[in-house]
């Protein structure tokens, strides 16, 4: 099932009972977000919410719109992530002799969009540029928080030698009702972007987008190869194009059904403190310089709802958006490197991309696999890697744990390297491995009903 706006979605949450409705008024000032982490760390499948009575604000307002595996698989129109994994590891094999970023932008390259007039996007049907950002109940977080943040926009910028364009999720923090803050990093798309633009003295025009495809939501998120585009790769994963419309002060394009559209541009040098931002450490980080973006123009569609989501300690739902992009990215790397048979990064370190990997690489060093793993889309600049035999489920843990204190000393076993760790738990040189012999084994399973042992 594909879902072309957040809208729909919503309707699907609420009718399997995926969706619950908060109609007291609440407060953007930390309570909402009191409420969002209490609910996230609810035992279960944690519901999505809809706020409908927003003090001081018109717009009602949806968070953990991503909270659990089945709704991030929902969004993205499958049952299981897995279903598209297999299927872009399928279409991969067609393509030896080529990179994986090579290979993704011919497999993508006929994912088209569809082009509309701005007079008739949904999304441009209600301009409220007079009130700007004041008229959206983006909320303050956390006590120590700089001020209120954008935290689920899509942020759409174009090269402007290649007209590449990006579409990438940055955090924003709202100045004033015609300007605010962007934190992208330089290695990010849209930090590329920004560099190329002010390294010409040009200001970069920019547009932030509340809403639209769900699907798009998940890939703005997720570190795509070079010259590959968000929208086609959304579009080859859904097998739906995106309608699109030009935005009206740049040649920017975004989602017709997007909630908020929200245009501006960067000019160069032009920055303000930004943060601090509580993060998914626990801790805040502090703040730095960051970018000011000046408000050009603010639109939205009918009836629209403002969409939002709530970083901090895990469990949190930023983390099954991300264990979704571990699952979609790692047929690239295993094209690249076949010798890499399965990567599970654990909820609470995949931010900074702990990984357990399991490797068919019995003559690689832990050095020079931590190295190459670490150059990846998907493990580049991994705090934790633990290597594993071939044949090691990543997720028992309690076998990860043996294997880990089983491993060889920990001189030749363990390498750190500045803030970054390698553990090579593959058990390389212990000599042969403790098995039932085979054919006794066999005899016992045979014989079992006769011992009134139970079932095994």
Avoid at 303 to 322: D, I, K, R, S
Avoid at 343 to 352: A, R, T, V
Avoid at 390 to 412: G, M, Q
Avoid at 435 to 446: D, G, M
Wanted: contains cysteine; hydrophobic residues 40%.
């Amino acid at each position: 099932m594909y879902f072309a706006d957040l809208q729909s979605f919503l309707a699907h949450l609420d009718k399997h009972d995926n969706l619950a409705t908060v109609k007291v008024p609440v407060d953007p000032y930390l309570e909402i977000a009191a409420i969002v982490d209490r609910v996230c760390k609810s035992p279960g499948d944690a519901q999505a919410l809809l706020f409908e009575n927003v003090k001081g604000y018109k717009l009602p307002l949806a968070a953990n719109l991503f909270g659990s595996q089945q709704r991030v698989a929902l969004a993205l129109g499958v049952a299981d992530v897995e279903e598209l994994a297999c299927r872009l590891r399928n279409d991969l094999k067609a393509y030896n002799g080529v990179t994986a970023g090579q290979a993704l932008v011919q497999l993508t390259a006929t994912c088209a969009s569809e082009t509309f007039p701005p007079r008739t996007a949904p999304c441009f049907k209600t301009d409220v540029s007079t009130i700007g950002l004041d008229g959206f109940p983006a909320l303050h977080s956390w006590p120590g928080d700089g001020g209120r943040y954008l935290t689920l926009g899509q942020v759409f910028t174009r090269h402007p030698g290649s007209s590449r364009l990006n579409c990438g999720m940055y955090r924003v923090q709202i100045l004033g009702k015609h300007t605010a803050l962007m934190r992208c990093h330089s290695g990010s798309g849209g930090g590329a972007h920004m560099a190329a633009w002010h390294e010409q003295g040009k200001a970069m025009p920019l547009a932030i987008v509340l809403g639209g495809p769900p699907a798009l939501t998940w890939c703005a998120g997720t570190s795509l190869p070079d010259e590959v585009s968000e929208l086609e790769f959304m579009s080859y994963l859904t097998g739906q194009s995106i309608s699109v419309s030009q935005c009206r002060d740049s040649d920017l394009q975004v989602p017709t059904s997007s909630e908020i559209v929200i245009e501006g541009y960067i000019n160069p040098g032009e920055e303000k403190t930004e943060g601090p931002f509580g993060n998914h450490t626990g801790y805040y980080i502090p703040a730095t310089p960051a970018p000011m973006i000046r408000i050009t123009s603010v639109f939205t569609r009918e009836a629209a709802v403002y969409p939002c989501t709530v970083v901090g300690p895990p469990p949190m739902e930023n983390m099954y958006l991300a264990q979704a992009t571990e699952r979609l990215i790692l047929p690239l790397l295993q094209h690249d490197h076949p010798w890499i048979i399965d990567i599970h990064m654990p909820l609470q370190g995949i931010y900074h991309r702990a990984a357990l990997v399991s490797v068919d690489a019995p003559h690689g060093s832990m050095r020079d696999l931590g190295k190459v793993l670490r150059q990846t889309l998907l493990l580049r600049n991994s705090r934790l890697i633990v290597l594993l035999d071939k044949d090691t489920d990543l997720r028992e843990f309690s076998k990860i744990y043996w294997h880990l204190v089983n491993a060889d000393s920990w001189v030749k076993s363990v390498l750190i390297d500045s803030d970054k760790m390698t553990i090579d738990a593959r058990n390389m040189s212990h000599g042969a491995k403790v098995r039932p012999e085979q054919a006794i084994l066999n005899q016992v399973i045979k014989r079992w009903q006769e011992f009134s042992l139970g079932e095994v």
